[in-house]
């Protein structure tokens, strides 16, 4: 009993011991970490450099560029070619893409907005003042050649000193511009100018011409260039469309001349009408800021064309029935 006592002693003994080793603390150990320092990062921006048409070359040495410029100008040119024409009796080329069926479509709301503006206001037929500019228009489109077109000619009563022609053969003269005329060669001088307008086909003319202001801006948008460098307000107005004007008016003073010529009228009476109308115009705005010509360079320019215009007339069939006839009525036309 006592060997298996002391045997269980021992043991334990052999435990404590055991036990006193496993709890034993272990040795402490300081640890220091240590981080490594990170270098701020700098961003730097990559310049970027843009290229029409994401091409390295510039846009001017695109070969589609030139070869879509190309093609258009190959285009445009064999319309504007293919579209030109002379005018009647002066001769001069020019660009006409408008049909007269579509210069009449675009005169009828024209006619509209007169007719509202001032129909109350215009003479009847039977007038003096109608039958004296029907009778002088009458003789101008016979000459003309045009007397296959539904003229109408209407007198307004306001003190305006103008005449003016729609497309279509519709001239509306003011009665303000009787006491400049005086008598009907002074008639034909302003009626003559308005006929040859009509003559000219000048209104499709503008037109045609706008047509071609707008081709040239969008040409230059394909090309990268801004239009409103060029094609701004007052190179547009002061520089394209006022010069194209006056010189439409010019030639309508030249037609106009040789009308009144041809249908017996004296030529140099023109010259006359626009001396009194230099006279009767106080304040007139410089030719450059105008759509006409002024009226002393209309004077200097008729004086010019009047030989031509004296021949026109002396070998024209201009009968003595017909001589005595215009002769007449000037001796019965009451001066204003």
């Known amino acids: 009993m006592s060997s298996i006592l002391q045997h269980i002693g021992i043991l334990s003994n052999g435990l404590k011991s055991h036990s006193r080793k496993m709890v034993m603390p272990f040795p402490t150990r300081t640890f220091t970490r ?12 990559v310049p970027v450099q843009y290229r029409r048409f994401n091409n390295s070359q510039p846009f001017y040495k695109s070969k589609r560029l030139w070869v879509f410029v190309g093609t258009g100008t190959v285009m445009f040119g064999g319309y504007y070619v293919t579209h030109l024409e002379k005018v009647p009796i002066s001769g001069r080329t020019r660009f006409m893409s408008c049909t007269p069926s579509q210069e009449e479509a675009m005169a009828k ?3 509209i907005e007169v007719m509202s503006q001032f129909g109350n206001r215009i003479l009847p037929a039977y007038h003096p003042y109608s039958i004296f500019v029907s009778k002088v228009a009458k003789r101008l489109v016979r000459v003309s050649g045009m007397d296959h077109m539904q003229w109408e000619f209407h007198v307004i009563d306001s003190p305006e000193r103008n005449a003016f022609v729609l497309p279509g053969g519709k001239i509306f003269v003011f009665t303000g511009i009787l006491p400049i005329v005086q ?3 002074g008639m034909a001088a302003v009626l003559g100018h308005e006929i ?21 801006q969008f040409t230059l948008m394909l090309i990268g260039i801004d239009p409103s460098f060029i094609f701004n307000n007052i190179t547009l107005n002061f520089m394209m469309m006022m010069p194209f004007s006056r010189k439409c008016e010019t030639e309508a003073d030249d037609i106009g001349l040789k009308l009144m010529a041809k249908a ?3 030529p140099e009476e023109a010259t006359r009408v626009w001396r009194r109308m ?5 304040d007139q705005i410089p030719q450059f800021a105008s759509t006409h ?9 008729l004086e010019k064309e009047m030989p031509a215009a004296i021949e026109e007339r002396n070998s024209s069939d201009c009968s003595t ?9 000037r001796s019965q036309w009451v001066r204003w």
């Open 34 to 45: 240590t981080y490594a320092s990170i270098p701020p990062v700098v961003y730097r921006p």
């Open 196 to 216: 040859a307008h009509q003559l000219a086909r000048h209104s499709a003319e503008k037109l045609s011409f706008a047509k071609i202001l707008l081709a040239g």
């Open 293 to 301: 010509p002024s009226n002393k360079n209309r004077i200097v320019h």
């Open 109 to 111: 709301q024209a006619y």
């Open 264 to 266: 017996c009228f004296n």
């Open 183 to 185: 008598n009907e060669d």
């Open 321 to 329: 029935e017909l001589k005595g006839f215009t002769d007449m009525l």
């Open 278 to 282: 230099e006279l009767a115009s106080k």
